[in-house]
Antibody, heavy 120, light 110 residues
Framework: EEQLVESGGGLVQPGGSLRLSCAASGFTLSTYWMHWVRQAPGKGLVWVSRIKGDGSGITYADSVKGRFTISRDNAKNTLYLQMNSLTAEDTAVYYC?????????????WGKGTTVTVSS | QSALTQPASVSGSPGQSISISCTGASSDVGGYNHVSWYQQYPGKAPKFMIYDVNKRPSGVSDRFSGSKSGNTASLTISGLQAEDEADYYCSSYTTSSTWVFGGGTKLTVL
């Protein structure tokens, strides 16, 4: 079964940092574009960042540009999101999602999410 | 990167049809056919329902269909069933090489 499992979430103080991981199983991560999407409590989905299979093609939402860094280790079949200078507005469930091979504009496999809470 | 505009809520009775609109701009919905729709139950991850405006993946009921006119995309659900009650989100690629989601629509089956 093709699966994504996020980890690394938790409680962090404002101004702090956190690194999220997204482990893929059942498929080879290097073949796929990958995204991070977040959802604040009671709010809608918000796109965060994306990265191509070879690590190129990186783009970010304006709200996280300069603070978040997306990366991947295809040897470990894992996607990452390094989050720095966190604020309360970054509090959300963070999902990683896959773009199917040969396609571009949608995400077919999603993880269950990991919760990030930024609070003092 | 403003969110695409969706109605906050829609409702319908079992067996009826409903449509959810998703309005953007020429820089996103109107400029590309990379519009997709996702269904989300409370506390669960999103599930993709429609891609490239009107394509339906295998396993998704043919009661779900998508369309687009200008800067507005729409998701139509026919023959409403109780299990369709969920939140629905549209998404589009943008000229900035980013993606944008709609604010989400809560579907209530009366």
């Amino acid at each position: 079964e093709e699966q994504l499992v996020e980890s690394g979430g938790g409680l962090v103080q404002p101004g702090g940092s956190l690194r999220l991981s997204c482990a893929a199983s059942g498929f080879t991560l290097s073949t796929y574009w990958m995204h991070w999407v977040r959802q604040a409590p009671g709010k809608g989905l918000v796109w965060v960042s994306r990265i191509k299979g070879d690590g190129s093609g990186i783009t970010y939402a304006d709200s996280v540009k300069g603070r978040f860094t997306i990366s991947r280790d295809n040897a470990k079949n894992t996607l990452y999101l390094q989050m720095n200078s966190l604020t309360a507005e970054d509090t959300a469930v963070y999902y990683c999602a896959r773009v199917p091979a040969g396609y571009f504009g949608y995400m077919d496999v999603w993880g269950k999410g990991t919760t990030v809470t930024v609070s003092s | 990167q403003s969110a695409l505009t969706q109605p906050a809520s829609v409702s319908g009775s079992p067996g009826q049809s409903i449509s959810i609109s998703c309005t953007g701009a020429s820089s996103d919905v109107g400029g590309y056919n990379h519009v997709s729709w996702y269904q989300q139950y409370p506390g669960k991850a999103p599930k993709f329902m429609i891609y490239d405006v009107n394509k339906r993946p295998s396993g998704v009921s043919d009661r779900f269909s998508g369309s687009k006119s200008g800067n507005t995309a729409s998701l139509t659900i026919s023959g409403l069933q109780a299990e369709d009650e969920a939140d629905y989100y549209c998404s589009s690629y943008t000229t900035s090489s980013t993606w944008v989601f709609g604010g989400g629509t809560k579907l209530t089956v009366l």
